[in-house]
């Protein structure tokens, strides 16, 4: 049986105090779930966040990744640098970074491998647009976009990566993927592995992302190929995302 995993995604909000309290209150809500919890916070609060989450439950992780190692690539932020603070996750391929920064399926494959490098767990996000769902690609749009990471870090680097399918059409806008559409398509992301290896698609952590909030949040997660969530919203407030985080499978 897979452990179930939330993950937060603050993306560009909050204050230095505001940050610390809210990494405080879910912590000081944390129960007896068994689940493993993260929050992938604004590089410049990770120093002071990694100091509150220190000794906890609760791990960090970034939202982004250099897809180089060191050197002249001035405004990036490497892996070496992120594994220095203590960050444990790393988003790869959000599809804000793909769609308004210009990352494509090649620099999403070099981030993935940065993070590996440093032993930091990269979070894969996929997922299709509205008018790919609407011309029928959505398997063809997810099976590209991990052709272009399997390319680069082979099939095994998933043994320690998670993969988050993110319905571009449903990420901060309300709509939620149904249940059973969301099942469709982690069972499809599941069988893709299959192909490739059993037993690195038994193991692989699939989270459901867009729009996930406490009162949708158990249907989802009953599903049998979806093993938790990546939370942006509602990631925002200590309750509802504590809420979500009490809504997975017990293991
Ligand atoms: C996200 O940013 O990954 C996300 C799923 O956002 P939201 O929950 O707000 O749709």
């Not at 981030?111 to 690609?137: K, S």
């Not at 192909?195 to 949040?217: E, F, T, V």
């Amino acid at each position: 049986m897979r452990q179930s995993l939330v993950i937060g995604n603050w993306k560009m909000n909050g204050t230095r105090a505001s940050a610390q309290a809210l990494a405080q209150g879910i912590i000081a809500g944390l129960g007896t779930s068994n689940a493993a919890l993260a929050i992938c916070v604004p590089y410049l609060h990770i120093p002071d966040i990694s100091q509150v989450v220190s000794g906890t439950q609760l791990a960090l992780g970034s939202q982004n990744i250099a897809d180089k190692a060191a050197g002249a690539f001035t405004g990036e932020i490497s892996a070496s640098m992120l594994a220095e603070f203590g960050c444990q996750y790393a988003l790869v391929g959000h599809s804000e970074r793909r769609s308004y920064y210009g990352d494509t399926d090649a620099t999403v494959a070099a981030r993935f491998a940065q993070a590996q490098e440093q032993n930091i767990i990269p979070v894969l996000c996929v997922g299709e647009t509205l008018e790919e769902r609407e011309q029928d690609q959505t398997f063809q749009v997810i099976n590209k976009q991990l052709d272009a990471v399997i390319d680069v870090a082979g099939v095994a680097a998933f043994s320690r990566a998670v993969v988050a399918y993110e319905p571009v059409w449903a990420i901060g806008t309300g709509k939620t993927a149904s249940d059973e559409q969301a099942q469709e398509v982690h069972s499809h992301i599941r069988k893709y592995f299959a192909d490739k290896d059993q037993a690195i698609a038994d193991k692989l952590q699939i989270l459901y992302g867009g729009s996930a909030k406490p009162d949708n949040a158990k249907g989802l997660f009953a599903m049998p190929d979806i093993d938790g969530g990546l939370i942006g919203g509602a990631s925002l407030d200590a309750e509802s995302f504590l809420k979500i985080y009490n809504s997975t499978k017990a293991v």
